[in-house]
């Protein structure tokens, strides 16, 4: 073994060494004058750790562990109504999922008892209350504008406003409450992003 074992003299020195690799170094500090004086110099460090005083003042882990979270920089604590903002921000989300899922509970169950109501499932009073016939299309009421006067325009705006619009009162509510419920996600989200990228949050 021509190499120098200087990488093997630390567990040789320790006993750590067994088999074949402990009969190699044997063999070579038998007769490399340079590996028996690093192996002398590992012996001299070891006998001065052994004869080196125990330190006293070192500090036990468990009151190392505390002194470093008592010197750690702290939070500060939050009134109770910051929390429950803070907590009412962070399910806003749900709340907005929860208002989605009952916006469309209701305009379904609407549209069926108002299918079931003109199919004459209902009760006749309750039926008799809702428009047996749709008045013309606004389409057309729009193009009949041509030669209509003031007093025309005014009520047949009137009149596509008591009918809900073009689209009908279920379909422009259902609309109107989606693209509210869609605002208030996109600006929950928005100050959410913007929140992040704040220092200390």
Known sequence: MTEHVTAHLGAYHDGELRGRRLRQVDAHLAHCAMCRAELERVRMLATLLQESPVAESLTPPEHFVAQVGLRL????????????????????????????????TVFIVAGMVMIALRMGLGDDVVAGLLPASQPRSWLAQALSLSEASLSDVGRIVLQLLSNGGPLGWGVTLNLCSLAVIGLLYWSWLASWVARTRLPGQ
Request: glycine share 12%; hydrophobic share 45%; no cysteine.
């Open 73 to 104: 920089p702290r939070r500060p604590m939050q009134p109770a109504w910051q929390r429950g903002l803070e907590i009412g921000w962070r399910t806003m989300p749900l709340g907005l999922l929860g208002a989605w899922a009952f916006v469309q």
